[in-house]
């Protein structure tokens, strides 16, 4: 899912300690594992912020039905120690806070380093992206009362106790999941099709999101970081499953896609997208039920579910055909076209090197095939 580029930073050694010297609280360390180069974890923060969010009443997530529908020995869990902390003033903020997007919170959730202060300096790279107006947190000081809120939040109901108690189910949910992953390495993959690579891949499971995620990335210095932030899509013996094989290899390939081709807001394609504007007309319906208005939006989405296609015929021919199938059921009437393009790239990469060269191609393809 994608409402806009989402860009985060969050590294691991910002994520180590519990407690500081002159007795500062501070977030227990994520739970990890790893293949392939994928890190998978349960990270604290986004525990913390899902429980104010499903403490709530009336809030974007509540409203929206995005706190996870399945109930899980877990989320009983989280009513018995919680429920008695739903009228904290954390959880009252994030009622009356009017959030740009649904990927907001979580974006910005991942700026908090373990002492609760705001990582500046991947706040403002993150910013700096894009319209500061288009975010509740248009400020660094706006963001600190919040992570002040939430820390607060984290002392009054022995948050830190809870986390460490619930370590055995955090590795249970990681090794199911690391026990679906393709054998192949589907990030070798990825950036030998698009001819990059980032400096980490990250896929953090998300207990109570609902079912999907978002994929964000951001650029710290010369490094670049990449996330999937991931909702269970079941429940099995009340315990939450994260999706199966061909479904994950699919979500992390769509999600993690995202950071390989970044279209929207980009300046670079702003004479392309809008050259190509007309064709999100009679489409538009279709997309705007799919949470997405604006061409450049729609324009990412297609070439991206495109790639996924193309990605998927090397792991499961016969569901990268399906897969296509349900992209032209979802209003996505280009994608023939734009896998037509791709083969292009791919059958002359001693000329492209790098799919992001390729893109104003496949936009140019568009136009002559559609004026």
Not at 36 to 59: A, C, F
Not at 158 to 179: C, M, P, V
Request: with cysteine.
């Amino acid at each position: 899912m994608k409402k806009m580029i989402i860009a985060i930073c969050c590294f691991t050694l910002l994520f180590s300690g519990s407690i500081q010297a002159g007795g500062e609280p501070q977030l227990p360390k994520p739970i990890t594992v790893t293949r392939n180069g994928l890190i998978m974890s349960v990270r604290p923060e986004l525990e913390l912020l899902t429980i104010v969010q499903y403490m709530g009443k009336d809030n974007m997530n509540i409203r929206y039905g995005l706190i996870s529908r399945f109930y899980t020995n877990y989320k009983k869990d989280i009513d018995d120690h919680f429920r008695k902390y739903d009228n904290h003033p954390a959880v009252q903020y994030y009622e009356n806070a009017a959030f740009s997007a649904i990927d907001e919170p979580p974006a910005m959730i991942l700026f908090m380093r373990p002492d609760f202060t705001v990582d500046e300096e991947a706040y403002r790279s993150y910013i700096k992206q894009f319209d500061s107006n288009d975010f509740y947190f248009d400020e660094i000081e706006k963001l600190q009362e919040f992570f002040d809120l939430l820390k607060d939040f984290y002392l009054a109901s022995d948050f830190e106790s809870f986390f460490k108690k619930h370590i055995d189910y955090y590795q249970t949910i990681l090794n199911n999941t690391l026990a679906i992953l393709p054998e192949e390495n589907l990030l070798g993959y990825m950036e030998e099709f698009y001819g990059q690579k980032f400096d980490e891949y990250n896929v953090v499971l998300v207990t109570l999101f609902h079912t999907g995620g978002f994929g964000p990335s951001i650029a710290k210095g010369e490094q670049r970081f990449i996330y999937s932030l991931l909702g269970p899509n079941d429940v099995a013996d009340r315990i939450p499953v994260f999706w199966d094989c061909d479904y994950f290899t699919e979500l992390e390939a769509h999600e993690f896609g995202h950071s390989f081709i970044p279209i929207s807001g980009e300046e670079h394609f702003a004479e392309w997208i809008e050259k190509s504007k007309h064709l999100l007309e009679p489409i538009s319906e279709e997309m705007a039920g799919l949470a997405y208005s604006d061409w450049d939006t729609v324009l990412e989405e297609l070439i991206l579910r495109a790639c996924v296609v193309e990605m998927m015929k090397y792991y499961n021919p016969e569901r990268a055909e399906q897969l296509l199938a349900e992209e032209r059921e979802n209003g996505f009437i280009y994608i023939d076209t734009v896998c037509k393009s791709i083969n292009k790239y791919l059958a002359d990469r001693a000329v492209y090197k790098n799919f992001n060269t390729f893109i104003p191609l496949i936009i140019e393809d568009l136009i002559v095939t559609y004026p």
